[in-house]
């Protein structure tokens, strides 16, 4: 193939070859009028990426070329469809439901070219962080106040937040078209916040030491770390955990052990049993190693 077409995987143009081809014709009885039709299934030379391309033309479809003289265009579009330059999130299903329906359709509106409707989603993905948030007073403005207010947001973020409220503002008060090369700025930011806030901590968990800052945590923590070698033996939780109590927060571990204790007490484990109980520091006996979802609770 003479022209090169845009693989989504290597992210530019690139010289393809194809696989299929059909070619459709038609027009009216008096032949005022004809149109063509091409649909082809090509594969990038460079990745081998697959990618179907639809080529169409028609008598109407005239403009003027470089020296002034009439010459036909033809329409040619690559599915699936595609971002240019930006990425769409690789883990949005840990999105919450009711953020990742209007972030998915924002995308779909930007690989379609619908620039407005893209404007106004990546606004509209504001608002369901804010409802989201339990943020749901007052006017947008005031809402990504608040979010650097309670503490989700930095200075800096909240101020990028208001770039796209401005920009969606004026898509769709104004139905000013915005400029391709802003909109992937801000969906970058856009990304960048969501992924912040709810996937990177998702993604990295049981990969990397994180901050153990839960009882669900401190438990699948206490979990992980019981050994074949303890079975039997009577041994307290920190003894269990190791050097690994450094991701607990101090003022933290007090309360967990005290629930675990209440819990163990109530039979909700089957590989560990309370043998002596203190204020701090009880005693426990291991009776097998855990499976990976042996906690009940």
Same mark, same amino acid.
């Given at each position: 193939?003479?022209?090169?077409?845009?693989?989504?995987?290597?992210?530019?143009?690139?010289?393809?070859?194809?696989?299929?081809?059909?070619?459709?014709?038609?027009?009216?009885?008096?032949?005022?009028?004809?149109?063509?039709?091409?649909?082809?299934?090509?594969?990038?030379?460079?990745?081998?990426?697959?990618?179907?391309?639809?080529?169409?033309?028609?008598?109407?479809?005239?403009?003027?070329?470089?020296?002034?003289?009439?010459?036909?265009?033809?329409?040619?579009?690559?599915?699936?469809?595609?971002?240019?330059?930006?990425?769409?999130?690789?883990?949005?299903?840990?999105?919450?439901?009711?953020?990742?329906?209007?972030?998915?359709?924002?995308?779909?509106?930007?690989?379609?070219?619908?620039?407005?409707?893209?404007?106004?989603?990546?606004?509209?993905?504001?608002?369901?962080?804010?409802?989201?948030?339990?943020?749901?007073?007052?006017?947008?403005?005031?809402?990504?106040?608040?979010?650097?207010?309670?503490?989700?947001?930095?200075?800096?973020?909240?101020?990028?937040?208001?770039?796209?409220?401005?920009?969606?503002?004026?898509?769709?008060?104004?139905?000013?078209?915005?400029?391709?090369?802003?909109?992937?700025?801000?969906?970058?930011?856009?990304?960048?916040?969501?992924?912040?806030?709810?996937?990177?901590? %998702?993604?990295? =968990?049981?990969? &990397?030491?994180?901050?153990?800052?839960?009882?669900? /945590? +401190?438990?699948? !923590?206490?979990?992980? @770390?019981?050994?074949?070698?303890?079975?039997?033996?009577?041994?307290?939780?920190?003894?269990?955990?190791?050097?690994?109590?450094?991701?607990?927060?101090?003022?933290?571990?007090? %309360?967990?052990? =005290?629930?675990? &204790?209440?819990?163990?007490?109530?039979?909700?484990? /089957? +590989?560990?049993? !309370?043998?002596?109980? @203190?204020?701090?520091?009880?005693?426990?006996?291991?009776?097998?190693?855990?499976?990976?979802?042996?906690?009940?609770?």
């Amino acid at each position: 193939m003479k022209e090169k077409y845009f693989c989504r995987e290597c992210k530019g143009l690139r010289n393809h070859k194809k696989l299929f081809e059909k070619k459709l014709r038609g027009g009216d009885s008096q032949d005022h009028f004809q149109w063509i039709e091409e649909y082809l299934v090509i594969e990038c030379l460079g990745c081998e990426t697959t990618s179907f391309l639809k080529i169409y033309g028609d008598t109407d479809m005239i403009e003027n070329d470089e020296e002034g003289k009439p010459d036909y265009y033809f329409d040619k579009q690559v599915y699936p469809l595609f971002l240019e330059k930006g990425e769409e999130l690789k883990y949005e299903y840990y999105l919450p439901e009711s953020i990742s329906g209007i972030y998915l359709e924002t995308i779909s509106a930007f690989k379609s070219k619908s620039l407005i409707l893209t404007a106004g989603g990546l606004r509209a993905i504001i608002e369901a962080l804010c409802n989201h948030l339990k943020i749901k007073k007052d006017n947008l403005q005031t809402r990504i106040d608040l979010l650097h207010g309670k503490g989700h947001l930095t200075l800096s973020e909240s101020k990028r937040l208001h770039s796209i409220r401005f920009l969606g503002n004026d898509a769709l008060h104004e139905m000013e078209k915005p400029k391709k090369e802003h909109l992937y700025l801000l969906l970058e930011i856009i990304n960048h916040l969501l992924s912040n806030l709810f996937i990177n901590d %998702k993604i990295i =968990k049981g990969k &990397v030491d994180t901050i153990v800052d839960s009882f669900w /945590d +401190f438990k699948r !923590l206490v979990r992980a @770390k019981v050994k074949k070698e303890m079975i039997d033996k009577e041994i307290t939780l920190l003894e269990i955990i190791g050097k690994a109590k450094r991701l607990i927060p101090k003022s933290d571990y007090p %309360k967990f052990e =005290k629930e675990f &204790v209440a819990e163990c007490k109530l039979g909700n484990y /089957d +590989f560990i049993e !309370l043998k002596k109980e @203190k204020n701090i520091d009880s005693a426990f006996k291991i009776t097998k190693e855990p499976t990976f979802f042996s906690f009940r609770a």
